[in-house]
């Protein structure tokens, strides 16, 4: 198994940018693909981005492309997630999650974090 540790949320002011880790043990991600999600209040939880296990193919949730960016660094068995030009709408608790291929539906992620709050002030 892998456990999932996400760090790096915040409270951040609109415009301002974050960088989200997630730190992986137990198993090198690297047979794994990687993706984020998030929930607002109320809200179900969404897809945000995924990686290929590699990091040969990124996939963005159409509303994030150009301010998001998704990463991963297998060595360091660690993924992120930068975040730019953030917005109040954003804010969320934001998952790391590890699946056997990179995609937008949740239930084809075996292993989550526990997440972590951003919080985009207006």
């Known amino acids: 198994q892998v456990q999932l540790v996400e760090s790096g949320g915040g409270l951040v002011q609109t415009g301002g940018s974050l960088r989200l880790s997630c730190a992986a043990s137990?198993?090198?991600?690297?047979?794994?693909?990687m993706g984020w999600f998030r929930q607002a209040p109320g809200k179900e939880r969404e897809f945000v981005a995924a990686i290929s296990r590699r990091g040969g193919g990124t996939y963005y949730a159409d509303s994030l492309k150009g301010r998001f960016t998704i990463s991963r660094d297998n060595a360091q068995n660690t993924v992120y997630l930068q975040m730019n030009s953030l917005k109040p709408e954003d804010t969320a608790v934001y998952y790391c999650?590890?699946?056997?291929?990179?995609?937008?539906?949740?239930?084809?992620?075996?292993?989550w974090g526990k997440g972590t709050q951003v919080t985009v002030s207006s």
């Open positions: 999650a590890a699946g056997g291929s990179a995609t937008n539906v949740a239930y084809e992620y075996g292993y």
């Open positions: 137990g198993r090198t991600i690297s047979i794994y693909a």
